[in-house]
């Protein structure tokens, strides 16, 4: 596999697809992975992206390198497997009404955490080289505890840097719906990550 300093220095030109397996199916996978919690739905997703790119050749403009367009499109998949996670989670009763329970959290009117539920210091600023690399997998782990639909608009949200509308385009989802999703998604990493990590 090319290491990720020459891949860097790669000119925006396509190799022999042939190669892409080797140049590209490690990181692809990974990217699958950390957005989506499933090995065998990524693996399934890393190939239907390598056919998609021999079927797309021809629309290869050479604007971007080769791995960033099959992350493209990988990324276009990924989303499409969110949408299919959406649609089932929406159908559960209660989301509607769960925009209430932030009440719960916050002192109304206040802007702030009510003392029961305020976070603890996490201590992450740290420079520690070792402690970070410990945090971002004991993260990983938390967002592997998270239902599907709650890990799709976080990584949307905080991996993928996408805008709010397009999250809520992309996975169907009104606003409201994504303001609840991704309050619920912070509270139960906060507290996972406070059990595990601090």
Same mark, same amino acid.
């Given at each position: +596999? /090319?290491?990720?300093? @020459?891949? *860097?220095?790669? $000119? *925006?030109?396509? $190799?022999?697809?042939?190669?892409?397996?080797?140049?590209?199916?490690?990181?692809?996978? %990974?990217?699958?992975? $950390?957005?989506? @919690?499933?090995?065998?739905?990524?693996?399934?997703?890393?190939?239907?992206?390598?056919?998609?790119?021999?079927?797309?050749?021809? =629309?290869?403009?050479? %604007?971007?390198?080769?791995?960033?367009?099959?992350?493209? &499109?990988? =990324?276009? !998949?990924?989303?499409?497997?969110?949408? =299919?996670?959406?649609?089932?989670? &929406?159908?559960?009763?209660?989301?509607?009404?769960?925009?209430?329970?932030?009440?719960?959290?916050?002192?109304?009117?206040?802007? @702030?955490? %009510?003392?029961?539920?305020?976070?603890?210091?996490?201590?992450?600023? /740290?420079?520690?080289?070792?402690?970070?690399?410990?945090?971002?997998?004991?993260?990983? !782990?938390?967002? /592997? =505890?998270?239902?599907?639909?709650?890990?799709?608009?976080?990584? +949307?949200?905080? +991996?993928?840097?996408?805008?709010?509308? $397009? &999250?809520?385009?992309?996975? @169907? &989802?009104?606003?409201?719906?994504?303001?609840?999703?991704?309050?619920?998604? !912070?509270?139960?990493?906060?507290?996972?990550? /406070? %059990?595990?990590?601090?």
């Amino acid at each position: +596999m /090319q290491s990720p300093e @020459n891949y *860097n220095t790669a $000119t *925006n030109s396509l $190799t022999d697809p042939r190669k892409w397996v080797d140049l590209h199916s490690d990181y692809l996978y %990974k990217y699958a992975l $950390t957005r989506i @919690n499933d090995t065998e739905t990524a693996r399934e997703l890393v190939q239907d992206t390598l056919l998609a790119g021999l079927e797309r050749l021809d =629309k290869f403009e050479g %604007k971007s390198t080769e791995r960033t367009w099959l992350t493209a &499109i990988l =990324k276009n !998949k990924v989303v499409d497997v969110y949408r =299919k996670r959406s649609s089932a989670f &929406i159908k559960q009763p209660g989301l509607e009404t769960a925009e209430h329970e932030m009440d719960d959290f916050f002192e109304p009117d206040a802007c @702030n955490w %009510k003392p029961d539920h305020r976070p603890q210091e996490f201590g992450i600023e /740290q420079p520690d080289c070792l402690e970070r690399k410990e945090f971002k997998q004991i993260l990983q !782990k938390c967002m /592997q =505890k998270l239902p599907g639909l709650w890990l799709s608009v976080f990584t +949307m949200k905080h +991996m993928d840097e996408e805008a709010t509308d $397009t &999250i809520c385009a992309d996975l @169907n &989802i009104t606003p409201s719906n994504f303001w609840v999703i991704i309050h619920r998604a !912070k509270l139960n990493l906060r507290e996972c990550l /406070q %059990k595990h990590w601090i």
